[in-house]
């Protein structure tokens, strides 16, 4: 596994040999685009947790470096992800119904790692997670190149002193492809 150190070092490397004079990827630059880049490819980082759940505990929560479920299961069943919306046009006291985990509601508009277990389990049991984390301490050593090439792409992109279209056009084509490679 690599870290967020390497890919920074990484960063600089191709920077550097791009551009000696001037560099235009300092900390904060790094920073900002890091996150970024990193996110837009947490589908790398695709983990598996079980979580336990008590009889009559309706809500389940991601771990916090979650950034989107893949899905879940309640045993050997799917949950299924469906809207307060589609419950309520169907059974506007589904909130009240206990049995089996067939779903998972979203419950807050505002964050997707928070949802409502549907019906409402009337045993304890165990929901086993897949979700993508953009965990910046167990980045796979062959995103290092593809990720700093990314980072670059967006910096030179920006308008600014630094910007660059044609040169980022061509890291965008090259972290791509990288992407592909490794994938």
């Not at 506007?92 to 119904?97: F, H």
Request: glycine share 4%.
């Amino acid at each position: 596994m690599s870290n967020r150190a390497s890919v920074e070092t990484m960063t600089r490397l191709l920077d550097g040999s791009r551009r000696p004079k001037n560099l235009p990827v300092d900390s904060k630059t790094f920073d900002r685009h890091f996150t970024d880049a990193l996110v837009a490819r947490s589908s790398w980082l695709v983990r598996l947790t079980t979580l336990n759940v008590t009889a009559g505990d309706w809500q389940l929560t991601l771990p916090a470096r979650a950034t989107e479920l893949v899905c879940a299961f309640w045993g050997p069943s799917v949950l299924t992800l469906v809207t307060r919306a589609e419950l309520e046009a169907e059974d506007p006291e589904w909130r009240l119904k206990r049995g089996v985990p067939s779903a998972l509601v979203t419950e807050s508009e505002a964050t997707n790692l928070t949802f409502r277990i549907y019906p409402t389990p009337e045993d304890a049991g165990t929901v086993r997670v897949l979700y993508m984390e953009a965990d910046e301490n167990a980045i796979p050593i062959v995103m290092e190149v593809p990720l700093a090439l990314d980072i670059l792409r967006r910096e030179l992109a920006q308008e600014g002193p630094h910007q660059d279209a044609e040169m980022a056009v061509l890291l965008d084509r090259l972290s791509q492809f990288f992407f592909a490679v490794v994938r």
